[in-house]
C-alpha cells in the first residue's frame, strides 16, 4: 500500500529514525512502511499519523486493488 | 534503563554466570569436562550474540510489532517443514531405506528446527512483511 509518509516527514524534517523512536519502532520498519511493503496494525498506523500531524486516511493511499 | 540496555545487561549476566559454572565444574570435579567446556562455550556465544545485537540495534527498539509478527511467522513455518521432515522420516524408517538411531533424527531435528526458523525469519526480515 502506498503512503505519505516519506513526503510529510520531509515537510516536518524528521529522519526515519526521528520518526521510528517518536512511535517505538525500528528505523527498518518505517522503511518497509514507506515503501509500501509493510501493512501496519491500527495502532502503529495511528501513531505515525499522529506524529506526522495528518489522519490515517490521509496517510495511506487506498487503491481498489488494496481493498479488493 | 531502556529495553535494550536491560536485555543486554541480563544476556551478560547470564553469559557469566554460565562460564564461571563451567570454570568451576573444571576446576573442582574431573569428569566433567565436557559440560564444563560446553557451558564456557555456550556462555562465549551469548556473549558474542548480545555484543552484536547491543551494537546493531544501538539507537532503536530491540523488536517492534512487524519483528514479533515476522519472529512467530518463521517459527509456524518452521514447525511445518519439520512436520514433514518427521513424516518422511517415519516414512523412510517404516520402510526400510535408511536406519538411523535416536541421536541422529535427534540431531537432524534440532538442525532442521534451527536453520529452517533462521532461513524463514531471515527471508521475511528481508522481504519486510507477511502476508
Redesign the interface.
Given at each position: 500500500m502506498k503512503t505519505r509518509i516519506k513526503e510529510l516527514r520531509a515537510r516536518y524534517d524528521m529522519t526515519q529514525?526521528d520518526l521510528?523512536?517518536r512511535v517505538?519502532?525500528?528505523?527498518?520498519?518505517i522503511g518497509?512502511l514507506e515503501?509500501g511493503?509493510?501493512?501496519?496494525?491500527l495502532?502503529?498506523a495511528y501513531k505515525v499519523a499522529r506524529c506526522l500531524q495528518t489522519s490515517i486516511d490521509e496517510l495511506f493511499i487506498f487503491e481498489e486493488e488494496d481493498l479488493a | 534503563m531502556g529495553k535494550l540496555e536491560k536485555y543486554t545487561k541480563t544476556m551478560y549476566s547470564v553469559a557469566a554466570v554460565l562460564i564461571m559454572a563451567g570454570v568451576a565444574l573444571m576446576a573442582f570435579l574431573e569428569n566433567y569436562q565436557e559440560m564444563s567446556i560446553g557451558l564456557i562455550n555456550a556462555g562465549s556465544v551469548i556473549i558474542f550474540v548480545t555484543f552484536i545485537r547491543a551494537r546493531r540495534y544501538r539507537s532503536g527498539p530491540l523488536k517492534d510489532e512487524r519483528t514479533v509478527r515476522i519472529g512467530s511467522y518463521g517459527l509456524s513455518y518452521s514447525w511445518f517443514v519439520t512436520l514433514v521432515v518427521v513424516a518422511v522420516l517415519f516414512w523412510v524408517n517404516y520402510f526400510g531405506i535408511l536406519q538411523l538411531t535416536v541421536d541422529q533424527v535427534l540431531g537432524l531435528l534440532i538442525l532442521v528446527m534451527a536453520v529452517t526458523a533462521k532461513g524463514f525469519q531471515w527471508y521475511l526480515f528481508r522481504k519486510g512483511d507477511v502476508e
Amino acid at each position: 500500500m502506498k503512503t505519505r509518509i516519506k513526503e510529510l516527514r520531509a515537510r516536518y524534517d524528521m529522519t526515519q529514525e526521528d520518526l521510528a523512536s517518536r512511535v517505538g519502532v525500528r528505523r527498518e520498519t518505517i522503511g518497509f512502511l514507506e515503501k509500501g511493503k509493510y501493512n501496519p496494525s491500527l495502532k502503529l498506523a495511528y501513531k505515525v499519523a499522529r506524529c506526522l500531524q495528518t489522519s490515517i486516511d490521509e496517510l495511506f493511499i487506498f487503491e481498489e486493488e488494496d481493498l479488493a | 534503563m531502556g529495553k535494550l540496555e536491560k536485555y543486554t545487561k541480563t544476556m551478560y549476566s547470564v553469559a557469566a554466570v554460565l562460564i564461571m559454572a563451567g570454570v568451576a565444574l573444571m576446576a573442582f570435579l574431573e569428569n566433567y569436562q565436557e559440560m564444563s567446556i560446553g557451558l564456557i562455550n555456550a556462555g562465549s556465544v551469548i556473549i558474542f550474540v548480545t555484543f552484536i545485537r547491543a551494537r546493531r540495534y544501538r539507537s532503536g527498539p530491540l523488536k517492534d510489532e512487524r519483528t514479533v509478527r515476522i519472529g512467530s511467522y518463521g517459527l509456524s513455518y518452521s514447525w511445518f517443514v519439520t512436520l514433514v521432515v518427521v513424516a518422511v522420516l517415519f516414512w523412510v524408517n517404516y520402510f526400510g531405506i535408511l536406519q538411523l538411531t535416536v541421536d541422529q533424527v535427534l540431531g537432524l531435528l534440532i538442525l532442521v528446527m534451527a536453520v529452517t526458523a533462521k532461513g524463514f525469519q531471515w527471508y521475511l526480515f528481508r522481504k519486510g512483511d507477511v502476508e
